[in-house]
């Protein structure tokens, strides 16, 4: 059965195949949407799809895709407890990073996929995605591993994958924030999450 979450995001899915909103539009090979669960709790945005991703369709499916796939399964979570996406849907030609009015352009897209899915947790995969949702002047290296609330969802950045490739002393602060997302992801599936901001409301 298709779930109402599911229609949504196809209907969107459709319309962003002839998106030229920015730039990237005219370069793509593929739109790269997202995948995994709609009716998942939890959603991992990275910056933008790579060489593979734009060629294949999907996110997160070249080198450092395959490296996240692995730290996500180490941590113990399922393939249906998460969804997976890209602050922009379209490759920035020699994966560079994607520049802030293309970001702007393709944010209502974010915006719509993740009130589709109503997920309790964000992960933002590295510095793009962290500033372009937290804060423009955020540095990763401070900020990731803490969490911050923004309306109904707890926010978690860390380090992008492709950074852990680079070097790999990286591997254990992100395999420590994939600790705490496991542990507050299970806590809010059995019920028994306090919620650590009550206190600053
Ligand atoms: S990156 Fe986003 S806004 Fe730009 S063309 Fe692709 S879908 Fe449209």
């Known amino acids: 059965?298709?779930?109402?979450?599911?229609?949504?995001?196809i209907k969107l899915e459709e319309k962003l195949q002839t998106c030229e909103n920015c730039p990237?539009?005219?370069?793509?090979?593929?739109?790269?949407?997202g995948r995994g669960s709609e009716e998942s709790d939890l959603v991992f945005i990275g910056e933008g799809p790579g060489e593979q991703e734009d060629l294949q369709g999907a996110p997160f499916v070249g080198k450092a895709g395959q490296l996240l796939d692995k730290i996500i399964d180490a941590a113990g979570f399922k393939d249906d407890d998460y969804y997976i996406c890209n602050i922009v849907k379209c490759r920035p030609p020699g994966n560079r990073v994607p520049a802030p009015e293309e970001v702007q352009a393709c944010m209502p897209f974010l915006r719509h996929q993740i009130a589709s899915i109503q997920p309790k947790i964000l992960v933002l995969l590295g510095a793009s995605a962290a500033k372009a949702i937290i804060d423009p002047k955020l540095a990763i290296?401070?900020?990731?591993g803490k969490w911050v609330k923004m309306g109904n969802f707890l926010v978690m950045p860390t380090f992008h994958?492709?950074?852990?490739?680079?070097?790999p002393q990286k591997k254990i602060p992100v395999w420590q924030d994939?600790?705490?997302i496991?542990?507050?992801?299970?806590?809010?599936?059995?019920?028994?999450?306090?919620?650590?901001?009550?206190d600053e409301q």
Not at 1 to 9: A, D, E, G, V
Not at 27 to 32: C, D, F, G, I
Not at 141 to 144: E, G, H, P
Not at 161 to 167: F, Q, S, T, V
């Open 24 to 33: 990237l539009g005219k370069t793509r090979n593929n739109l790269v949407f």
């Open 178 to 180: 994939f600790q705490e």
């Open 182 to 198: 496991k542990r507050v992801f299970d806590e809010m599936k059995d019920g028994i999450y306090e919620d650590i901001f009550n």
């Open 161 to 167: 994958p492709a950074a852990l490739l680079r070097d």
């Open 1 to 9: 059965m298709i779930t109402h979450r599911r229609q949504h995001l």
């Open 141 to 144: 290296t401070k900020a990731r």
